[in-house]
């Protein structure tokens, strides 16, 4: 496979997978707009950090309101991570490895960019903004059963799987790292309960609220989520478990030893940690440095195999 295409597809994937996770991120505070009382205010602006567009931000927005921040990360053509972007340079690199990936799937991606653009004035607004995310997510969950069901297993599909697992780490780290962002820094005593429907926020912006309660049994709380979603293999959004579908993809791929050491020394590093004893600072270095290491895996792959 020439390395062009390897690239186009791999970050196909990635963009795919970028757009969707952008969505659940928004929705994480959609659900506590949802949830919380009315005279408990959110925070819009760590939603901007987490993606690292502050600068951007702050360029062509004065304050960070509820409305201008989900303009920014959805429809706004001059953030090059917003939604729309997303899936415009998805579909830029589908059309370009249209001969490798099936018609349908084309088709599907197509569809998905046509649509955001539609839905650009609608999601502004809380009535209609999730069903408007819903479809986003919805409709890349459609392409990657797409591909799942009809592409060869070959070298082409073990870049797109590794493209869709290292931004679904990244971007899922990201939705983790919500929590950990003072989103409800003003809460008080009387009001603490309310830290529960926070993560159980995070959970459902995941679809991860019926797979834990499934699997753990108990009431949400702060460190058994934490445990699900950063060390639980089984669970196909984890931390864990997209760094062990990384590690397979590589195993597919020639030359790949370096960067399965990279990736098997950051799935031990999440296997390690004990969740009871991560405080909200040691949960936001530990996020960096999964982000970090992510990086170094993603240019350890560019300058092996692009």
Known sequence: MLSRVANHIYWMERYLERAENTARLIQVNTHLLLDLPRHITLGWEPIIDMLSFREAFYEHYEVADEKSVIKFMVTDTANPGSIINCLAAARENARIVREIIPAEAWEQINNLHLTAKADGQSVLTRRHRFACLHKIIIGNQTITGLL???????????????????????????????????????????????????????????????????????????????????????????????????????????????????????????????????????????????????????????????
């Open 148 to 306: 799942g069901g009809t592409m060869l297993r070959g070298e082409g599909y073990a870049f797109l799987r590794l493209g869709r697992h290292i931004e679904r780490t990244d971007m899922t780290s990201r939705i983790i790292d919500v929590r950990s962002a003072s989103l409800l820094p003003d809460l008080s005593p009387e009001q603490s309960a309310f830290e529960n429907i926070q993560w159980m926020g995070v959970l459902k912006s995941l679809t991860a609220y019926q797979m834990y309660r499934q699997e753990m049994r108990i009431r949400i709380n702060r460190t058994d989520v934490l445990k699900f979603l950063l060390q639980y293999k089984q669970f196909p959004r984890s931390l864990s478990h997209c760094l062990q579908q990384m590690g397979k993809c590589l195993l597919e791929l020639p030359k790949s030893e370096p960067i399965q050491e990279q990736v098997k020394s950051l799935t031990d590093n999440l296997q390690q940690l004990d969740t009871f004893e991560l405080t909200q600072d040691n949960l936001h270095e530990m996020i960096d440095e999964v982000q970090q290491g992510l990086v170094s895996i993603h240019q350890a792959i560019n300058d092996a195999y692009f």
